[in-house]
């Protein structure tokens, strides 16, 4: 049994001059780790409450709550010259762009690069703790109110060892990405991954995301998008999370019916919206419904596939799948099935979107010339038993 991460030797940073000692510090690093502790779940922006930091020289908790200025801090994020470590760092990224308006850089995302070398994707940080330093996490603070002060000590043990081991994991991980010739490729996924976290969503983002919006017209989905936008003008208004202002399902269903009557919006069940709100999704529909045709947004693409299309990809997903397995790779990072089905499209008549996410960077590095050769018959599959299993062989 491994050891475990109770009283992992930490500092309290909450006065300026600790802070800007310990930014003084990191500045000189090659590298620190990072997380952070928010809370997001009841307002429209996440309230950050935590800021944990870890050399192989020290262990720093930042709180924000204490009145510190965070400009070094947010300034060392995007500095291209300093790797920061993080752990499945999307949210950890996003909520950096907000608050610190800087573009975070030179990030290095522990989660992605265990996909590269046989740990598997998504894996905990508890999981990948235990594999590359043997250190047994105690998940014992998962929903505790970060809001509340004084932390207690335990609070800040939990958030210490959050980040306590990341730069010895991060050394280990490397290593073995080095070995297997893939240390760039988890970089470049590390930058995309930062790339998707600070982008502005864009109304054809939005719309692809809600489920159901692949069936309507031109007309319903300008209606959707003018729901979105008052949606979120609610939202930021009344600090709530955009989804509790009005559920993704009620935007589908108001795009289809049309309604602008207030007392007809009341009907539907899961709204609980008052009056004057109704009335202003009501004016929003009608103002979407009036738009002239040509301004209308794009049909979305359909997602269906045809009968072939459907053996072509599920043969295409078992034998991506073997050769992910024989070759220490996530199956699950490396692709997924819309993903895969443009790929197909794209060799076999030219119709798939571009850029084809498979036919670039690591992922066409890591499948490429296999895919091509399969999707233009240039290679034989064949199942054969092998010490009592079965084995796919690419001939």
Same mark, same amino acid.
């Given at each position: 049994?491994?050891?475990?991460?109770?009283?992992?030797?930490?500092?309290?940073?909450?006065?300026?001059?600790?802070?800007?000692? $310990?930014?003084? @510090?990191?500045?000189?690093?090659?590298?620190?780790?990072?997380?952070?502790?928010?809370?997001?779940?009841?307002?429209?922006?996440?309230?950050?409450?935590?800021?944990?930091?870890?050399?192989?020289?020290?262990?720093?908790?930042?709180? !924000?709550?204490?009145?510190?200025?965070?400009?070094?801090?947010?300034? %060392?994020?995007?500095?291209?010259?300093?790797?920061?470590?993080?752990?499945?760092?999307?949210?950890?990224?996003?909520?950096?762009?907000? $608050?610190?308006?800087?573009?975070?850089?030179?990030?290095?995302?522990?989660?992605?690069?265990?996909?590269?070398?046989?740990?598997?994707?998504?894996?905990?940080?508890?999981?990948?703790?235990?594999?590359?330093?043997?250190?047994?996490?105690?998940?014992?603070?998962?929903?505790?109110?970060?809001?509340?002060?004084? %932390?207690?000590?335990?609070?800040?043990?939990?958030?210490?060892?959050?980040?306590?081991?990341?730069?010895?994991?991060?050394?280990?991980?490397?290593? @073995?990405?080095?070995?297997?010739?893939?240390?760039?490729?988890?970089?470049?996924?590390?930058?995309?991954?930062?790339?998707?976290?600070?982008?502005?969503?864009?109304?054809?983002?939005?719309?692809?995301?809600?489920?159901?919006?692949?069936?309507?017209?031109?007309?319903?989905?300008?209606?959707?998008?003018?729901?979105?936008?008052?949606?979120?003008?609610?939202?930021?208004?009344?600090? @709530?999370?955009?989804?509790?202002?009005?559920?993704?399902?009620?935007?589908?269903?108001?795009? @289809?019916?049309?309604?602008?009557?207030?007392?007809?919006?009341?009907?539907?069940?899961?709204?609980?919206? !008052?009056?004057?709100?109704?009335?202003?999704?009501?004016?929003?529909?009608?103002?979407?419904?009036?738009? !002239?045709?040509?301004?209308?947004?794009?049909?979305?693409?359909?997602?269906?596939?045809?009968?072939?299309?459907?053996?072509? %990809?599920?043969?295409?997903?078992?034998?991506?799948?073997?050769?992910?397995?024989?070759?220490?790779?996530?199956?699950?990072?490396?692709?997924?099935?819309?993903?895969?089905?443009?790929?197909?499209?794209?060799?076999?008549?030219?119709?798939?979107?571009?850029?084809?996410?498979?036919?670039?960077?690591?992922?066409?590095?890591?499948?490429?010339?296999?895919?091509?050769?399969? %999707?233009?018959?240039?290679?034989?599959?064949?199942?054969?038993?092998?010490?009592?299993?079965?084995?796919?062989?690419?001939?």
């Amino acid at each position: 049994m491994g050891p475990g991460v109770s009283n992992t030797p930490h500092t309290l940073i909450t006065r300026d001059g600790e802070l800007n000692a $310990l930014c003084a @510090r990191l500045a000189k690093a090659e590298s620190f780790a990072f997380d952070t502790e928010f809370v997001g779940e009841d307002q429209y922006e996440p309230e950050i409450c935590l800021v944990q930091v870890a050399t192989d020289e020290e262990c720093a908790l930042i709180d !924000p709550q204490s009145g510190v200025d965070l400009t070094d801090f947010w300034q %060392l994020i995007g500095d291209a010259n300093i790797c920061k470590i993080v752990h499945a760092g999307s949210e950890d990224i996003a909520i950096c762009r907000r $608050l610190g308006r800087c573009d975070p850089r030179n990030v290095f995302d522990l989660q992605i690069a265990a996909g590269m070398i046989g740990l598997g994707y998504p894996a905990s940080l508890a999981k990948l703790a235990k594999a590359i330093a043997g250190v047994a996490m105690h998940k014992s603070q998962t929903l505790t109110n970060w809001r509340k002060r004084p %932390l207690t000590a335990e609070q800040l043990d939990y958030a210490a060892a959050d980040v306590a081991f990341l730069p010895r994991m991060h050394a280990t991980i490397c290593q @073995r990405l080095r070995n297997r010739k893939r240390e760039e490729w988890a970089i470049e996924e590390s930058q995309r991954m930062c790339a998707n976290a600070v982008r502005i969503v864009e109304p054809d983002d939005q719309r692809r995301r809600l489920k159901g919006a692949g069936s309507l017209s031109r007309r319903e989905l300008a209606v959707v998008d003018a729901l979105l936008a008052e949606r979120d003008a609610i939202a930021r208004e009344r600090n @709530r999370p955009p989804r509790t202002v009005l559920k993704d399902f009620l935007v589908i269903e108001l795009a @289809r019916r049309g309604w602008t009557e207030p007392s007809k919006l009341a009907t539907l069940r899961g709204m609980s919206l !008052p009056q004057a709100l109704l009335r202003r999704l009501g004016s929003a529909i009608e103002r979407a419904r009036n738009t !002239p045709p040509e301004n209308h947004p794009p049909a979305l693409p359909s997602r269906e596939h045809s009968e072939e299309e459907e053996i072509i %990809l599920s043969l295409l997903t078992g034998i991506l799948r073997d050769h992910c397995r024989q070759n220490a790779l996530a199956y699950s990072l490396l692709t997924t099935r819309n993903d895969l089905k443009d790929y197909a499209r794209s060799v076999i008549s030219g119709a798939g979107p571009t850029p084809v996410q498979l036919r670039t960077g690591w992922r066409h590095k890591a499948v490429g010339k296999l895919l091509d050769a399969l %999707l233009s018959g240039r290679s034989t599959v064949r199942i054969r038993p092998e010490n009592g299993e079965f084995h796919v062989h690419i001939e």
